[in-house]
Every structure is written in structure tokens, then in C-alpha cells.
């Protein structure tokens, strides 16, 4: 039973470093993001075009700030 809850810890630890990395922000940003192009596709309006303009700004401040962290 042990070997079992290991390989379940492993796994979702495996997720959650996969999924929230080094920077939780991003992922929170991207969950908002869907989040709002599913509360704005169910309301009726295009919303394809959201999620690719949150990615792209939140990686740009992740790094940016990243960049800012390294050089002091």
C-alpha cells in the first residue's frame, strides 16, 4: 500500500512541477485566461483571439522580471 500512495505523491508532484514550474503566475495568468475565454464564448462573443495575447505578455513579464532578479 505504501508503493501505491508513493507512485501517487510522485505523480502528482510530477504535475503540479510541470504545471505551476518556477513561476506560479504564469500559470495562474493562463488558468484566467481560459477561464475568460470560456465565460466569453459561452456569452456568445469570438474569444479565440484572448489566450494567445495573455501567454505571450505574462512570458515577456516572467522573463523580464527573471532578468531583473539575476542582474541585481
Not at 495568468?29 to 456568445?44: I, K, P, Q, Y
Amino acid at each position: 500500500m505504501k508503493t501505491i500512495w508513493s507512485w501517487i505523491k510522485a505523480f502528482g508532484m510530477f504535475w503540479y512541477g510541470f504545471i505551476i514550474g518556477d513561476d506560479w503566475t504564469v500559470a495562474a495568468a493562463v488558468a484566467v485566461g481560459v477561464a475568460a475565454t470560456w465565460f466569453l464564448a459561452r456569452a456568445g462573443i469570438t474569444a479565440w483571439w484572448l489566450l494567445p495575447p495573455i501567454v505571450v505578455i505574462i512570458v515577456g513579464l516572467s522573463i523580464w522580471r527573471l532578468e531583473r532578479q539575476t542582474d541585481q
